[in-house]
């Protein structure tokens, strides 16, 4: 719930009906994706039902560091995003485009006819809904739409869960994307707790979020909760330290390209990608083709790519972007600045999943800031713009 929602129809769901809610999920034929323990992070995987959402989780998010640890407290939602995004099972790491197969003295192409998935995810946070939400843009509504993203989209629920537990690698206040979600989910949930009792606010987006809520025939909930909430989530922004301005950020970073905070940079970041890998919106990707020993099928897959690889940008010749240098600068302004240009909003959702990633701990936030901040200096008479207060 947003803290000016306090009008609309909200549900009391107590944790023991939480089963009841994900059964019905089920029931309509959905495969049911939650943030899940898996090599100590909590990463979206499937499960089978309520009873596999750990309890008493929460994490410990800043540059290069992500640590979870155990509570005693019941809350299964009391964290904040872990490395794996929504974009996993949307845009796939790895997709089969099409097959050939030598049939005779013909060709036989062939495209792949699985049904698309019909997944519901179950968590996902305010900002992994604008991911989507920024995503669909790219995919759905550019010169060149993607079939499998939208077979997938179309088919997709969302249970969402506002965010009460931002980590200190987070800033989807500056961004507008959280804590609080305001649209893209079917169902949306903030987890309470009062006097060791577990329970959640619920509030329906679409028509089928209402028709799956009906089922479970919940009470509206009491005011005095919705206000209990509604304070929550006014702390949980306070509670955002990390800060950008999302407009004047682009037009100054476009000023600074040749900053000498990029050379800086050179020094650090290593390449490898992870950011990217990590990002929600990123979708740079490759072709790679395989063919089979006896020279009978060959098939070309869809791969993410990552544009801090060299090998990104190579055309005759070379590498367009031969530097590290190069690389991150092409990263840093096309999320904050030439996103923009090309889809109308920024790249970024201030999810911090790239500052938490980064095995060096470059930070995305402090880099940005830092090179507007030193055009600033350069020149006074320009707005204040993208300084942490
Ligand atoms: S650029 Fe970083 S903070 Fe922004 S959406 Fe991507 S991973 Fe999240
Ligand atoms: S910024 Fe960090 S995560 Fe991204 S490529 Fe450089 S070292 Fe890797």
Redesign the pocket.
């Known amino acids: 719930m947003r803290p000016d929602q306090q009008g609309e129809a909200i549900f009391l769901l107590p944790d023991e009906k939480l089963a009841e809610l994900l059964s019905a999920i089920k029931e309509r034929g959905y495969q049911l994706i939650a943030p899940i323990l898996r090599d100590a992070a909590l990463c979206f995987s499937e499960i089978d039902g309520a009873s596999e959402l750990p309890q008493g989780l929460r994490d410990a998010q800043s540059p290069g560091s992500y640590r979870i640890k155990q509570t005693a407290s019941p809350e299964r939602f009391a964290h904040a995003s872990g490395p794996t995004s929504l974009k996993r099972f949307l845009y796939p790491p790895r997709l089969k485009l099409w097959q050939t197969q030598r049939k005779a003295n013909a060709m036989v192409f062939e495209e792949p006819a699985d049904p698309p998935p019909r997944y519901a995810f179950i968590g996902p946070r305010p900002c992994d809904l604008q991911?989507v939400a920024i995503q669909d843009r790219v995919f759905l509504r550019s010169a060149h739409p993607d079939n499998d993203y939208r077979r997938r989209r179309e088919n997709a629920l969302f249970v969402a869960v506002n965010c009460l537990h931002p980590s200190e690698s987070c800033?989807c206040s500056s961004m507008n994307s959280g804590p609080s979600a305001k649209s893209g989910f079917d169902i949306l949930l903030t987890e309470q707790i009062e006097s060791e009792e577990l329970y959640y606010l619920v509030q329906t987006g679409t028509d089928e979020g209402l028709e799956i809520l009906n089922t479970l025939k919940l009470k509206p909930a009491a005011d005095s909760k919705k206000r209990k909430a509604a304070t929550e989530l006014k702390q949980a922004t306070k509670k955002i330290e990390r800060k950008l301005d999302p407009t004047g950020i682009g037009p100054a970073l476009k000023e600074r390209l040749d900053s000498p905070a990029w050379d800086e940079l050179e020094n650090r970041c290593l390449a490898c990608g992870n950011?990217t890998l990590?990002?929600?919106?990123?979708f740079c990707s490759t072709v790679e083709d395989h063919t089979d020993l006896a020279g009978e099928i060959a098939t070309r897959d869809r791969v993410w790519d990552s544009c801090f690889q060299q090998s990104f940008s190579y055309v005759a010749g070379g590498p367009v972007r031969s530097t590290i240098k190069g690389r991150y600068r092409q990263w840093l302004t096309h999320?904050l600045s030439s996103w923009s240009d090309q889809f109308g909003t920024l790249?970024?959702?201030?999810?911090?999943?790239?500052?938490t990633w980064c095995p060096v701990g470059i930070d995305?936030v402090a880099e940005a800031n830092a090179i507007c901040t030193e055009r600033q200096s350069q020149n006074p008479t320009k707005t204040t713009i993208g300084v942490s207060p």
């Open positions: 991911a800033f950011c990590a990002c929600p919106t990123c999320k790249g970024c959702v201030g999810c911090g999943r790239c500052i995305l």
